[in-house]
């Protein structure tokens, strides 16, 4: 009787050390590795801040986060306007936009954490796999002479945001420039059309899609010359990360997380991570630049 009486303490010890501790979800109880947090993302760069997660927890078990993904078109109305105050960007705020959240007693907090670039994809099969600024622009305005078609993802992306920006173009023309509703419908649109050249966040391309391996097999990513007396005006660059890191390739684009916490919880924890030297080597890892090359440290040891 007494040893079953043991048995059946050691058993509930046990049980009890094993439980799962509630996550805290007061704000006021929240630290920098512990509580839940809400984060919105742009659907470009879902694949990286997965992977940054991913590691976050594994070493913050008390950590949850609740990702919702989305066009930047689409997020940033619902970050301004809604009770999400983390959200990873392709930009900054505007400054209507950063003086809602100042008048709030917020001050927005943005770091650059990665340097993404936006491919151009042809088919497999086309000869001509080189393009320069110079004619892109020219399709966004309308003033084509070679029959070539850009496709986007959608109409309120942040790629064409950046290439109406770029072009300075206030709306999209009636010709040569086609939006769909996702990066894997460029993808096969490409494929199935092999004049028309399709516009993807590098991210997103080198993401392990497997249910797009058959499609992606059939497309590769074009070089592009920049603009007469800008960096990279001198060859056909691809967006291969040393390219981005070097910033020589044209169509590059840095990668932001703004915080509007307004306090020290899990939100700033993880921006701060994504700083960290850790965080960093994930991007590094992930094909993209990262905000900043991390030292490497030898271990030299002596032979005597």
């Known amino acids: 009787m007494r040893y079953l ?33 809400k984060i919105l993302v742009d659907e470009s760069f879902s694949s990286i801040i997965a992977g940054q997660i991913a590691v976050f927890k594994s070493d913050y078990k008390d950590s ?13 109305p619902a970050f301004v306007n809604d009770s999400v105050r983390l959200i990873v960007l392709s930009r900054m705020l505007t400054h209507e936009e950063d003086t809602t959240y100042r008048r709030r007693g917020i001050v927005p907090k943005t770091s650059r954490f990665a340097i993404d670039g936006i491919a151009l994809i042809t088919h497999s099969n086309n000869l001509d796999s080189n393009i320069t600024t110079e004619q892109v622009l020219n399709i966004l305005k309308g003033d084509a002479k070679d029959g070539r078609a850009l496709v986007f993802d959608n ?82 660059y691809k967006p291969i990360q040393t ?8 169509f590059l684009r840095n990668v932001y997380i703004i915080n509007c916490e307004g306090r020290d919880g899990l939100g700033t924890g993880f921006a701060n991570w994504l700083m960290s030297q850790r965080g960093q080597l994930i991007v590094l890892k992930s094909g993209l630049g990262p905000h900043k090359m991390m030292p490497r440290e030898f271990n030299l040891k002596s032979s005597k």
């Open 155 to 236: 109409p309120y992306s942040s790629t064409v945001r950046y290439f109406m920006t770029l072009a300075g173009v206030k709306e999209l023309p009636k010709t040569g420039v086609y939006t769909l509703h996702n990066n894997n419908e460029v993808i096969k649109y490409v494929v199935e059309h092999k004049n028309y050249i399709g516009v993807v966040g590098v991210n997103w391309l080198l993401a392990n899609n497997s249910s797009m391996n058959g499609y992606i097999g059939n497309v590769r990513t074009m070089g592009v010359r920049n603009l007469k007396g800008k960096k990279g005006d001198d060859a056909y």
């Open 64 to 76: 949850r986060f609740t990702v919702i993904t989305g066009s930047e078109g689409k997020i940033v």
């Open 5 to 37: 009486t043991f048995a059946l303490f050691l058993f509930l010890f046990v049980a009890c050390k094993n439980e799962k501790r509630p996550i805290k979800t007061d704000p006021a109880l929240q630290t920098r590795t512990s509580g839940q947090v």
């Open 243 to 250: 390219n981005l890191i070097s910033g020589i390739y044209p």
